[in-house]
């Protein structure tokens, strides 16, 4: 019931898990969640991302706008579970127009597997016309603090050696928060610390 009431952190679809330096004793879900980050280093203001046990997201490369919008190389990260498996799903359209509303969009399933110490991703095409947009693939498995890559390949599979090590789960021991008072607008916080810090200071 707790989970239910948290109000400050929050989910982003079914597996990415998103915890604002802001929080006041946030409730946090059990299980081997993974925690990770795509900064460079952590400048203390940067909400802590975590995957569920099982789950994985699709990263594209940075881009400024829909013009410069590409999905021909596609990172997934992936968090194993305890049977050594994960799956996910990607969509992808123009990033522009109306198009997807006649069908021009792709939908892939995309699950990993293991063996023998190999974890193997398979990217399933499930609905759409669009013409194939994702020429490449990389993996990266989520293991203790680290996130560790396979090579980029072309195709709808690839396989990497599973690295050792475990999630940690979510304690909130192992976080830094930042009271809101320490936040200012030439901190390198995210657009959505910036609106709920305001928010809550037209509400005080």
Do not use: H
């Amino acid at each position: 019931m707790s989970l239910r009431r948290e109000d400050q952190a929050y989910m982003i679809g079914r597996d990415l898990l998103v915890i604002p330096r802001w929080c006041e004793n946030p409730a946090l879900p059990k299980g081997d969640w993974a925690c990770f980050t795509l900064e460079d280093g952590d400048d203390g203001y940067q909400a802590y991302l975590a995957l569920r046990p099982g789950g994985m997201i699709p990263i594209a490369p940075l881009f400024q706008n829909t013009e410069e919008y590409d999905t021909s190389t596609i990172t997934f990260l992936v968090n194993l579970d305890d049977s050594g498996r994960a799956d996910g799903r990607l969509y992808v359209d123009d990033g522009d127009g109306f198009e997807y509303r006649d069908g021009m969009f792709a939908s892939y399933a995309a699950e990993v597997t293991t063996c023998e110490g190999v974890a193997t991703l398979a990217l399933r095409r499930t609905a759409g016309k669009l013409g194939n947009r994702v020429s490449k693939l990389r993996m990266g498995i989520l293991s203790g603090d680290e996130i560790y890559y396979s090579e980029t390949v072309e195709g709808e599979s690839l396989s990497m050696p599973i690295p050792k090590g475990c999630s940690k789960g979510l304690d909130t021991k192992n976080f830094n928060f930042v009271k809101l008072k320490d936040f200012s607008v030439n901190s390198r916080v995210t657009f959505i610390d910036l609106i709920k810090t305001e928010i809550l200071k037209e509400q005080a």
